[in-house]
């Protein structure tokens, strides 16, 4: 399974940007995908998750009504869908999935097996 992001760029706070990732591989669609990022000096963190099962989703309270997760199944690609973008949304961000079929309900903020290997977003003011 290989997971390829694409879609960071540099803009300016308040702008928008839409990240892909593209899932390729023997992959089980009815699981969790999440994306995350990381700024320099700090910790990994869940940014939204998506259980494709049931549509259910789960934001990090700071990018909660500016970012959407959704997927395309025909296109095989997840995506996040990012406006309003703050200096703080700085960061690399990755495309992550979890190998095993979810149940329904919120996606965990661990547990993910597949990753790739990150876009980067800057975000100047």
């Known amino acids: 399974v290989e997971l390829v992001e694409s879609g960071g760029d540099s803009v300016q706070a308040g702008g928008s940007l839409t990240l892909s990732c593209v899932v390729s591989?023997?992959?089980?669609?009815?699981?969790?995908m999440a994306w995350f990022r990381q700024a320099p000096g700090k910790e990994r963190e869940l940014v939204a998750s998506?259980?494709?099962?049931?549509?259910?989703?789960r934001y990090e309270d700071s990018v909660k009504g500016r970012f959407t997760i959704s997927q395309v199944r025909a296109e095989d690609t997840l995506y996040l869908r990012m406006s309003s973008l703050k200096t703080d949304d700085t960061a690399m961000y990755y495309c992550?999935?979890?190998?095993?079929?979810?149940?329904?309900?919120?996606?965990?903020?661990?547990?993910?097996?597949?990753w790739g290997r990150g876009t980067q977003v800057t975000v100047s003011s």
């Open positions: 591989g023997d992959f089980i669609w009815n699981t969790c």
């Open positions: 992550a999935a979890m190998r095993f079929r979810a149940y329904g309900g919120p996606c965990p903020s661990n547990a993910y097996t597949y």
């Open positions: 998506l259980n494709v099962n049931d549509a259910t989703t």
